[in-house]
């Protein structure tokens, strides 16, 4: 009793107050709600997320940015999780870098760093088409008629190499203007396919002299506008020609005619 009487005045209720206050704790573990008034007091005391600036978004909407981000109305900055909303945006194909800060008391920035569409890219003929970035990474096979002028490449790897056939044609531009799709064949090497449907078969060596040479043939005579499919420069010596099967039937029909005239002309003498 004389322990009690000597306690200070009011230390009575202060012990009630926490003995409140821990049962009122363990009330909330038990029952799953510490997280709720911990956000819900945090907020109230200033620190309710009121602001998200986004930055470098260029493909993506910012609706779709706030989506990923999902934030409850209320949301106090304290516990929002950064790290987890930075990794559901980085699963975006259109990303290729992202930052989530919390800037206290009350604001979000989200920095973002979009990946480039580079070329179109179909592994065969028959694949659908994807767009990619410089890295050849797939960024999405939803076209937009924006993105159909970009160079389309085809062939296992072409995806990877898309820098290269650029490289290659940029040194003939007029040629460059006509070319529809570079296809890499077997690893090794490219064909070209024009918009006239000409088929262009480049070397696995030196490709650059070799469609600077059809280039300079096409300036002076219009060579790529004659009744050909194919045209082969994989041989250094010599390019091989392949014409239309009108062309072919009619030239045919030359030789025939010739030799005909030869054999006329040998019997009359």
Partial sequence: MQLLADLPRGAGLIASALYLAAWGGYGMVLSGQTLDVVNDTTSELGFRLAEVNITGQRELLEQDVLDTLSIPSG????????QAA??????????SAVSVMKF???KLRVILEERVPTALWQKTPTDQVSIIDGAGKVITTQLQHRFL??????????????????????????LKARVRASMLVSERRWDLFLDN???????????????????????????LERDITVVDLRLSDRMVVRLSDTAKAARDELVKAREKALKDRMRDA
């Avoid at 949301?75 to 950064?82: E, H, I, K, P, V």
């Avoid at 990877?160 to 290659?168: D, F, G, L, Q, Y």
């Avoid at 480049?202 to 005579?221: H, I, Y």
């Fill in 75 to 82: 949301q106090s900055l304290f516990l929002y999780d950064a």
């Fill in 104 to 106: 206290y008391p009350d």
């Fill in 86 to 95: 930075r990794v559901r945006l980085a699963a975006d194909p259109w990303v």
């Fill in 197 to 223: 449907g000409v088929q262009v078969m480049l070397p696995a060596d030196d490709p650059s002299a070799a469609v600077a040479e059809l280039a300079r043939l096409e300036e002076q005579s219009g060579f």
């Fill in 149 to 174: 002028s970009l160079p389309r490449v085809m062939g296992e790897g072409a995806e990877t190499r898309v820098a290269e056939i650029m490289s290659i044609l940029d040194d003939v531009p007029d």
